[in-house]
């Protein structure tokens, strides 16, 4: 697989992460089918897909806490499995659970972290100070960690996964469970780890976030990958726009439905009392006003828009990505 | 909470210019990295004040209701029941704080918080090295709590200081290696809270089926044969022998070959439980 970088220095510059035909099996239950990824140095690789996908399993994989049954993967250019020490020191990782002590106090657990990489203990308090401070977690630095709300014990994951100055971070979902406000405040973290030239991988299951913060996305289903590309790639590929179509009178839906997915040839999907169908052709507009007037049908609200990557996703894996989240319960964590 | 977003390089985040490119710890590293393992052990006492109970109250109560309530009936006196009843006090205690070990191991892999110790730079084996250490020194505390009890209750030691210390040589020997069942039920318990229930569903009958607390003689004879191998019987009988006088070399020699085999069997099973446990 191949990447195309912003900059065009992908001749020079060797990916930061890449992943070829990863296969992982867990007894009966394959997490990782073949997966192949690239991350290019500084920038943001997005692992988007539902619960169960195969994405907490690759992310363990690349950080050498999983070795894969078949395929290969060089972090910061060392094989995860022949040299993982090499590799674990490039990397800092913040997975699902957020892994601090929640017995030990907010410097305790960073001045752990520095004092496990080898620096003094002066120096190991000084980092610990520099880094609450900057996720101004200073005025509860004392405190142990299990008194921390859900916001805080994140930042202070994401802390202690900066200990070491990590050239590459892995970030398994690191919004899950956060209310808005803590979400908007770690992407502002992210994009400040990417400015400094930090390369992330970051794995989520919400679109809006790769949208956000991703440079290019990679769609995983099923542990194997469906689709590669920037945000704008990924939307494009599934029909560059939607058509939506909200009655005047809920009753006729179904006559807007029909009728939208005959001049369409595609099938509409209807939610809130509208309807909406990838527009391919831009004639198809004016076609769809011309015969819901032919039959009585007045609309009161009518848009051609860009289509979101949750309709990305339907069209990429036939499927939404939160109707399988919540269908299928099964983390890739709890089977294997 | 204030991010500067216009300067392109945070000092607190910018990553480190040249990594280490060593292949793995080195044998320092790794004594170093284990020392640090045991002080986030020991240093979660601060937080944990019930720790400290457990580890102080819970032994002195042992040996004052042994003492008090059961003293005179099985010993003929008090006096003499904690000369007795000290060696076998001291041995059950260790056995139960082995459980630190498979509860912190638990929590530590439930939370996530061993996964970030695998994902660093460190000697594999240095989470569990320091774990055990931190867990000696909880042995050790808890046994000098224990001694200083009992003398203030009257018990004499008969023995030589340097007798005192294989006492403790020989506890902390046995307890290493016995952490390692505690080591295997950490791991498939996945839940310390379940820790606790297998945890004190074997050890209340292994430490109490031996001459801990009181002599063989009244027990069914079926009893009496188990209790005449079991290694708390046998590492009682040893540091009797080394704090009041009697013989030592057998039990403590017997002590040792029950820790060695339950090394040999746990340590192997511990090692691949937390291998193959993603």
Do not use: C
């Amino acid at each position: 697989m191949t990447l195309s970088d912003p900059r065009g220095t992908v001749e020079d510059v060797p990916p930061a992460i890449e992943a070829d035909g990863l296969v992982k099996r867990f007894g009966a239950t394959t997490a990782l089918a073949g997966a192949s990824l690239a991350a290019a140095e500084g920038t943001v690789l997005g692992v988007l897909g539902p619960n169960g996908a195969g994405k907490t399993t690759a992310t363990r994989v690349l950080a050498t806490l999983l070795a894969p049954d078949e395929g290969r993967a060089t972090v910061g250019g060392y094989d995860v499995v022949t040299e993982p020490h090499r590799v674990r020191s490039l990397i800092g990782l913040t997975g699902q659970y957020a892994g601090v002590d929640e017995a030990l106090t907010g410097t305790e657990n960073l001045v752990l972290i520095a004092r496990l990489l080898g620096q003094p203990r002066p120096a190991a308090r000084a980092r610990a100070a520099e880094l609450l401070e900057q996720f101004g977690l200073t005025d509860a630095a004392g405190r142990a960690a299990r008194t921390y709300s859900g916001g805080m014990r994140r930042r202070l994951d994401l802390a202690a996964s900066l200990v070491g100055r990590p050239r590459i971070l892995f970030l398994d979902e690191p919004t899950t469970g956060l209310d808005p406000a803590s979400r908007n405040e770690l992407w502002d973290m992210v994009r400040s780890l990417v400015g400094g030239g930090v390369t992330v991988l970051l794995t989520t299951q919400y679109l809006d976030e790769a949208d956000q913060l991703a440079d290019d996305i990679v769609v995983i289903d099923r542990g194997t990958v469906v689709a590669t590309g920037t945000p704008d790639e990924l939307k494009a590929r599934a029909g560059a726009a939607v058509l939506q179509m909200r009655p005047a009178h809920g009753e006729q839906l179904e006559v807007v439905r029909r009728v939208a997915g005959e001049l369409a040839g595609a099938t509409p999907t209807v939610e809130h009392g509208t309807v909406a169908v990838p527009a391919a052709d831009e004639a198809l507009m004016p076609a769809v006003v011309r015969r819901l007037d032919y039959v009585g049908v007045r609309l009161a609200e009518l848009t051609l828009r860009r289509a979101t990557l949750d309709e990305v996703f339907l069209a990429l894996t036939g499927h939404r990505a939160v109707d399988v989240a919540t269908a299928d319960q099964t983390d890739v964590r709890e089977t294997a | 909470m204030t991010l500067d977003r216009t300067v392109p390089r945070d000092p607190a985040t910018a990553p480190a210019p040249s990594p280490p490119a060593s292949r793995r710890a080195t044998p320092a590293q790794w004594a170093s990295q284990s020392v640090t393992m045991a002080w986030r052990s020991i240093v979660q006492i601060k937080h944990n004040p019930s720790e400290l109970l457990d580890l102080s109250i819970q032994p002195i109560m042992f040996v004052l209701l042994f003492t008090f309530v059961f003293g005179g009936a099985i010993g003929g006196s008090t006096d003499a029941y904690l000369q007795f009843s000290l060696g076998g006090l001291i041995a059950q205690n260790a056995l139960f704080l082995t459980i630190y070990t498979a509860t912190g191991l638990a929590t530590d892999l439930q939370k996530g918080t061993f996964d970030r110790f695998r994902s660093l730079p460190i000697a594999r084996s240095a989470p569990l090295s320091g774990r055990i250490l931190g867990d000696v020194l909880r042995q050790l505390w808890s046994l000098v709590v224990l001694l200083v009890v009992g003398v203030v209750l009257g018990f004499r030691i008969t023995t030589s200081p340097l007798a005192v210390l294989g006492a403790f040589g020989l506890l902390v020997a046995f307890t290493l290696a016995f952490s390692w069942t505690s080591v295997l039920l950490g791991v498939l318990a996945r839940d310390p809270e379940k820790v606790q229930i297998y945890g004190f569903t074997v050890l209340f009958p292994l430490t109490f089926a031996s001459n801990a607390f009181a002599p063989t003689q009244t027990m069914p004879g079926w009893l009496q044969a188990w209790v005449s191998i079991n290694p708390v019987s046998r590492m009682a009988d040893a540091l009797r022998g080394l704090l009041v006088g009697g013989p030592v070399a057998a039990n403590a020699i017997a002590t040792l070959l029950w820790g060695a085999a339950f090394a040999a069997v746990f340590g192997p099973l511990a090692v691949w439980a937390l291998r193959t446990r993603v």
